[in-house]
């Protein structure tokens, strides 16, 4: 008998510490997902929707068209404080993609604003003298560029 009371101490004892760690520690979300069949669905779901993102031809956007004006504003606020500062100043290579990434923005809004613009022709310094007026009637047709 004392047997008996010594194995169920020994394993009440080693399996008490695991189950309050499993009860506490556990997230909802994975319990709920297992127990439920709506969450089942919502897995499948989601991996069905990993796959066509993740799979060979999956475009960043789907519509095919071109970006809406706002993310087009974000896009340029966002590479002129790169072009402006941090890591870009010191790679060369880096400072030049985003520059392009900043003129094809440019380009773009132009076009939607229906400004004027030699942003391709033009090299150097006179290319930055470009943007500059670029920027400034985007700014003055309505888009806020800082």
Do not use: F, K, N
């Not at 969450?39 to 060979?56: E, F, N, T, V, W």
């Not at 071109?66 to 340029?76: H, Q, Y």
Request: proline share 5%.
């Amino acid at each position: 008998m004392a047997i008996t009371h010594v194995v169920v101490l020994v394993t009440v004892l080693l399996c008490l510490p695991c189950a309050v760690a499993i009860v506490v520690c556990a997230d909802t979300l994975p319990r709920r997902r297992v127990w439920s069949r709506g969450g089942r669905q919502d897995l499948r779901a989601l991996r069905c929707l990993d796959r066509q993102l993740s799979g060979p031809g999956a475009a960043l956007r789907p519509s095919g068209g071109p970006p809406c004006l706002d993310e087009v504003a974000a896009d340029l606020r966002r590479l002129r404080r790169q072009r402006c500062g941090g890591p870009t100043t010191g790679s060369a290579v880096w400072l030049a993609a985003v520059m392009r990434a900043y003129d094809d923005r440019l380009l773009i809004a132009s076009e939607a604003y229906g400004v004027r613009h030699h942003l391709t022709e033009l090299e150097g310094m006179d290319r930055e003298l470009e943007r500059m007026r670029v920027e400034e009637r985007l700014r003055a047709a309505g888009l806020q560029l800082r």
